[in-house]
């Protein structure tokens, strides 16, 4: 049994429709008029309202405006009541979001028709939306499961390149930890605080350590030579951004909005750019260069100096903590080694 709001000031025409909504099965809720019929409202949800235009207090179209603004009561069907003579009340009643109409005298087959095909396009309605709400819970998930794949492959791919580099164990997750930890702290800070958000943090943490994801195109014998490169072999490595910026092109795809990949994209490609320009593939410089990128770059460094290489030991944390303030403004941003300094004792 379904309920149906009848809203008029007249007796007569409350209990003529009544009577053929009873006759039809359903539940007739009555109301005088607007006022009554939103207090009514507070209490049940209504299938469908029978709505007149002209009532003391509050008319029908205040009414309307009311239930079309909520989103809970928009999508409740509304035939206004309209005399012959009031073309203008049912045209003004369908621009605000009026279903249907029903002229005074009723004419029972015309009502029942009338509430019969609202009721059934409102079961249509509210069954499509259902049938929406679930397509798109079912396509959230397939795209949730396609990122996991996704960040899976990516970090297959980066164990690879760790082993061919001789990276220590540890590096990946250092450089992640260390990247969050300066992260978090520049999210406190005034000059930072509207653009580190918690997502940001979440993501460069996931995305930092595919900053050396192009190093898989370069050759072993150039990765794993322990005397001084040559400028040919200088220039080979530096070629890694761009390789590591087009594998995450090509992963991402054309239609593909996803914030991780974006965000691996820009440290991969830019984390050897330097603050005074100086650095490589595209020579950016200052706030030009992405701001994870700025990040990845110095904490990269950090951890670069803290392990040890084959061909040197590891440095302290204070003497590489100094090694990269004597780059300040040349290599890296100032604010964001200030911002480091401070909470240099958390890094690991």
Partial sequence: MLRILIIDDVETNRFVLRNIILDMGHQPVLAENGVQGLK?????????????????????????????????????????????????????????????????????????????????????????????????????????QLEAEKKKILYALLKLVRKNAYFDEGHIERLQYNCKVLAQAMQLSPKYERIVSDTFIDTIEMAAPLCDLGMIGIPLDILQKTEELTLEEKATIETHPMIGAQILEDIKGEDDYNDFIDVSYDIALYHHEKWDGTGYPYGKSGNDIPLPAQIVALISAYCALTENRAFRDAYSKEDALQIIEDAVGIEFNPDIYGICKKIARQLR
């Fill in 40 to 144: 009514i409202m507070e209490r049940i949800t209504p299938d469908l309202i029978l709505l007149d235009v002209a009532m003391p207090e509050m008319d029908g179209f205040e009414f309307c405006e009311i239930i079309k603004k909520d989103i809970k009561t928009r999508n409740i069907p509304i035939i206004f009541i309209s005399a012959f003579d009031e073309a203008e009340d049912i045209v003004k009643g369908f621009e605000m979001g009026g279903a249907d109409y029903v002229t005074k005298p009723f004419i029972q087959e015309v009502v029942r028709s009338r509430v019969e095909v609202q009721l059934k396009l409102s079961e249509m309605n509210k069954n499509l939306l259902e049938t929406n709400r679930r397509m798109q819970t079912c396509v959230a998930e397939q795209i949730k």
